[in-house]
């Protein structure tokens, strides 16, 4: 007879050793609400208060739920603090005003001789008003949410160094691509500015340039963070 009480050995889906980050098989999306003002995974509501480190920022262009032809800034990040799972890395995208500051944020850091890598960044929810017009076309007033990014120096660099530990692993970094969020995104991150500017105009501005994207055809998007050259061809 077995020993039921013995605790069995299973391997089916690993665990997270101790002091590591775990990176999912299937990336965690993490929705910054404009709406609610809030972190959403999926249906549930994470609160608003969150404190990160950051593993990797990339740039794209396209479209990403009801948003089109749009910057988006992809950022991989553990959470430190806040109701978000923590230990665990994750990827959220932002756009417009939360990347125009986010941007301010990083040159301002840089400018005083600091990777920004190395602290804490700490994104508070702003409000604010404006109008939109309904389904009807009737303009009403509505409020809206943008992320407003601080930083602060760390005294505990232990994340860091399994951040260091997670980036040096490729099959680590083979799992940090979102199909899912950018299937109709292009990655900036590997062209040049003139080039960067010719898709956006092209996708833009299609009848002026006679170049279009169709982010509908998979041959035309990126897998991952891989620029695609015919991206840019008429």
């Known amino acids: ?9 299973i391997d089916v889906f690993g665990y997270k ?29 994470y609160g608003s208060k969150v404190s990160m480190t950051i593993l990797k920022f990339s740039k794209f262009f396209g479209n990403l739920g009801q948003t089109i032809n749009t910057l988006w800034g992809q950022l991989w990040f553990v959470a430190e603090s806040g109701e978000l799972p ?42 604010h008003s404006g109008q939109k017009p309904d389904k009807n ?14 930083w602060q120096e760390r005294t505990d660099w232990s994340i860091i160094h399994q951040a260091a530990a997670v980036l040096s692993e490729e099959n680590n970094l083979s799992r940090m ?23 956006m105009s092209a996708h833009t501005n299609p009848q002026d340039s006679g170049k279009s994207l169709n982010f509908g055809n998979d041959t035309t998007l990126l897998s991952g963070n891989q620029p695609v050259a015919s991206a840019l061809s008429s």
Not at 17 to 44: F, H, M, Y
Request: hydrophobic share 40%; aromatic share 6%.
């Open 177 to 199: 691509i979102d199909l899912d969020g950018t299937r109709k995104m292009v990655c900036l991150d590997n062209l040049s500015p003139h080039e960067t500017a010719s898709l």
């Open 137 to 150: 076309g009737v303009v009403k007033p509505i409020n809206y949410y943008s992320l407003k990014w601080h």
């Open 17 to 45: 050793p101790k002091q590591a980050l775990l990176v999912p098989e299937i990336p965690i999306a993490v929705r910054n609400n404009c709406q609610s003002g809030q972190w959403v995974i999926g249906d549930t509501d």
């Open 1 to 9: 007879m077995s020993n039921t009480n013995t605790k069995p050995k």
């Open 86 to 127: 923590q230990g665990v890395l994750m990827v959220t995208y932002i756009k417009s005003r939360s990347l125009n500051d986010f941007n301010r944020l990083i040159a301002s850091v840089q400018a005083n001789g600091i990777e920004p890598a190395t602290g804490i960044f700490i994104p508070e929810f702003v409000k």
